[in-house]
């Protein structure tokens, strides 16, 4: 066996051992880790209008934030979105509705200001209410998958 090669096999040794010694590192003095304490399901849902995607967690998020700050540009960075990311996706999101999610006041001294229409309100309760209630079916639907 060469040297280059008992270099390798001796660097894939040591980096199994710092794998299993992780792997030992999380476990209670009084045995094993218990799934239940580290494990937990987590979902991503969203919205389709005639299957074409519509509303999501992070165009969600954004119409609170325009909610809670009173424009688009002030609601980017509570969103982690561009200006122009966050406009195009409001645009995507009145296209597949067919109706405008933000009454608008353009520009000038008092720099404009967005609010959510009556549509794209009900819109965010009703993905809310969906998410919520989606989490906690997939909670309980765990939690008796680990009993098995």
């Known amino acids: 066996m060469s040297a280059s090669m008992k270099s390798r096999q001796t660097a894939r040794t040591a980096t199994r051992k710092k794998r299993k010694a992780a792997s030992t590192s999380t476990r209670s003095p009084h045995g094993p880790a218990r799934l239940a304490d580290h494990v937990s399901p987590r979902l991503k849902g969203w919205l389709t209008w005639d299957d074409d995607f519509f509303l999501g967690p992070r165009y969600v998020r954004l119409l609170e934030e325009i909610d809670r700050t009173g ?9 982690g979105m561009s200006y122009r990311t966050c406009l195009n996706r409001i645009r995507q ?3 597949v509705l067919g109706e405008p999610l933000l009454t608008i006041r353009r520009g000038g001294a008092t720099h404009g200001s967005a609010q959510l229409t009556p549509v794209a309100r009900r819109m965010v309760a009703l993905y809310r209410s969906w998410r919520a209630t989606l989490q906690q079916m997939s909670d309980r639907a765990f939690a008796r998958a680990l009993r098995r």
């Open 71 to 79: 424009t688009i540009r002030d609601a980017c960075p509570g969103t």
């Open 93 to 95: 999101m009145e296209r």
